[in-house]
């Protein structure tokens, strides 16, 4: 078994050794995510990529990345690189192959590429109030108001994220189905991180504020650029 034995730098390896190459072009480096995925095992990681992106495997193009397709929480993706002619490969954090990723039509799948990959930056875990004990005992008042205003932009930004995805699928007064069912699964999650983000300021300032309601489908209302979803039942 191969291990790696440099150090990795912050974002890639370099796995040129491999000799894997894809369309005639070698696939040059690898994300350090793609590297640990794979336990520092280059030779594991070498053969998962001559079997993922091999002629007649499953794997499509989504604008000029090549993608695996599978149905877990992630696939493998060969990127062009801008300055030499080679791949670079990473983590796609979606999957074509499961439920949702089905009901991207083609023609579409690059537009929520970018969201997935805007998305997965900008999501975080869901603050709760002992995180912000822990912070205060480290870092101060200061560390906490630090954290609560990262957490919040990051929010922005998703929601941000989530706004051009409708605007740029939106060709009619209302949304494609496939559009909003996408949209009302992620506002689902950006509420309820929302709303873990606001329990824990409640209850790190004020003390426990009794248990907290996990988000179901209410009669909620999301305003965009283009177009407002409710989160209401299905009938």
Not at 37 to 47: I, Q
Request: net charge negative; hydrophobic share 40%.
């Amino acid at each position: 078994m191969t291990q790696v034995k440099v150090w990795l730098p912050k974002d890639r390896l370099d796995i040129t050794a491999l000799n894997v190459s894809f369309a005639d072009l070698p696939v040059s480096s690898a994300s350090t995510a793609v590297v640990r995925g794979f336990g520092g095992d280059l030779d594991e990681l070498e053969e998962a990529l001559r079997e993922c992106f091999a002629d007649g495997a499953s794997w499509c193009r989504v604008g000029n990345t090549i993608h695996t397709v599978a149905a877990g929480d992630a696939e493998m993706r060969l990127v062009p690189q801008s300055d030499t002619p080679n791949w670079h490969v990473d983590y796609f954090h979606a999957s074509w192959g499961s439920h949702e990723g089905k009901r991207i039509p083609p023609e579409c799948r690059l537009h929520y590429a970018r969201y997935v990959d805007r998305r997965y930056k900008a999501r975080e875990s869901c603050l709760q109030g002992k995180d912000l004990r822990a912070v205060a005992a480290k870092d101060g008042p200061g560390g906490v108001d630090r954290l609560v205003r990262h957490h919040r932009a990051q929010l922005a930004e998703w929601y941000d994220a989530l706004d051009d995805l409708l605007r740029s699928v939106q060709t009619a007064p209302d949304l494609p189905e496939w559009a909003k069912a996408a949209a009302k699964d992620e506002l689902l999650d950006w509420h309820r991180t929302r709303e873990y983000l606001t329990s824990a300021v409640l209850e790190y300032h004020h003390g426990d504020a009794g248990p907290r309601p996990e988000t179901v489908w209410g009669n909620l209302r999301f305003d965009f650029s283009t177009v407002s979803l409710e989160l209401v039942p299905d009938l």
